[in-house]
């Protein structure tokens, strides 16, 4: 009787360390989600830059 409640048991504990791992995984998701979603704004303004200091760049040239 003991190696059955033995093996229920560490079953048990199996499943418990798996839903650690499981919360961690989700949160270090969320947390490169977050990431990625700053560094797309900061893309997204940086080419915006880029693209009005071509614009003047451009019209620094014609006025030339």
Request: no cysteine; glycine share 4%.
């Amino acid at each position: 009787m003991f190696w059955p409640m033995f093996a229920v048991a560490v079953g048990f504990l199996g499943l418990a360390v798996l839903a650690v791992f499981a919360v961690k995984v989700f949160v270090e998701a969320e947390r490169l989600g977050r990431q990625v979603t700053d560094s797309a704004r900061r893309i997204s303004r940086a080419a915006e830059d880029l693209e009005r200091a071509t614009e003047n760049a451009a019209r620094a040239v014609d006025a030339l």
